[in-house]
């Protein structure tokens, strides 16, 4: 009987542990390889469904009319605000414009108001794809200045146009485009921003509304203050012409009164020396006497002594 040697025990097994990771190894490789055709045949399977609907999209986008494009992306528009808006802004107002104004009209008008006064209103103009546009592609800006006019006739203060023109444009796919350095005010968006343009701008709007509010009571206090000045400065006006007035004919009645008074002193005086007169007169009255008168009158003396006896 044949001993085999440690030496050799140790080779086989590692001959025995190659051969399993060959056998690993394999089974690795041909689990790959049936990952690998069941994907290939999934993204075949997937690729085929993309393009089937790719297919149906395009014929379906060929048989709709401008019109039935156009309110397809409406209606998007206002089932969304519906779903989102109708509840939480029972105040506001959002309906399709059916008023045409020299012939044009914008697709939905979006107002809202606080206490009857509106802070903030908005003319949707929703555009998109169609049938015609196959042959002439419609750029975003062919649509901007009429979309402008039609807020200005419907005296709106924001215009936004929804649309799914350029779809292959970056600067449109990227979110809200401010092309108000264009047109004032006005907003360019896809229709998964719709809900978001309306939140941002009644926002901006509030705030507004709150700075016009107390600019209004500033300015109304200001104008409280002015006019209470003016009122003031008329009242002063007034006191200071009948103030003049009354020192006028003060001066003039003191003076009347001076003039009346130096004549009752005249008066005074004269009356005064009169009376001194009148006083030196009687006394002479009472000193006068029969004696007195007959004196160096032999005539009167002889009549007095006459009737004397």
Do not use: W
Request: one cysteine or more.
């Amino acid at each position: 009987m044949k001993v085999e040697s440690k030496s050799e025990k140790d080779l086989q097994a590692k001959v025995n542990e190659i051969n399993q990771l060959k056998s690993q190894i394999q089974l690795e490789k041909e689990k790959a390889e049936n990952e690998k055709n069941s994907l290939n045949k999934t993204h075949d399977q997937q690729i085929k469904l993309l393009e089937e609907q790719v297919a149906y999209y395009k014929e379906n986008k060929l048989r709709l009319s401008t019109k039935m494009v156009g309110e397809s992306l409406e209606q998007h528009c206002s089932n969304l605000y519906n779903q989102n808006l109708r509840m939480v802004l029972p105040t506001a107002y959002f309906e399709k414009d059916n008023d045409a104004v020299d012939h044009s009209k914008g697709d939905f008008i979006f107002r809202d108001s606080i206490d009857g006064t509106e802070y903030i209103s908005i003319m949707f103009e929703m555009k998109n794809e169609s049938a015609d546009t196959i042959s002439k592609k419609h750029r975003n800006e062919d649509f901007l200045k009429t979309l402008d006019s039609n807020r200005k006739k419907k005296n709106c203060e924001y215009a936004v146009l929804v649309s799914m023109l350029e779809p292959d444009n970056d600067l449109y796919n990227s979110g809200i485009v401010d092309v108000s350095n264009k047109y004032p005010k006005m907003y360019v968006i896809r229709p998964q921003f719709f809900i978001t343009i309306i939140g941002i701008l009644r926002q901006a709007a509030l705030n507004s509304y709150e700075y016009k509010k107390q600019l209004d009571i500033a300015k109304s206090q200001s104008v409280d203050v002015a006019n209470f000045e003016d009122k003031l400065f008329n009242a002063k006006n007034i006191f200071s012409k009948h103030y003049n007035t009354y020192c006028n004919q003060y001066d003039a009645a003191i003076k009347k009164i001076d003039i009346v008074i130096s004549d009752l002193q005249k008066l005074k005086d004269n009356l005064t020396k009169s009376g001194n007169s009148l006083r030196l007169a009687n006394n002479n009255i009472q000193e006068l006497s029969i004696k007195e008168l007959t004196r160096n009158n032999p005539t009167m003396q002889e009549k007095f002594n006459q009737i004397k006896k």
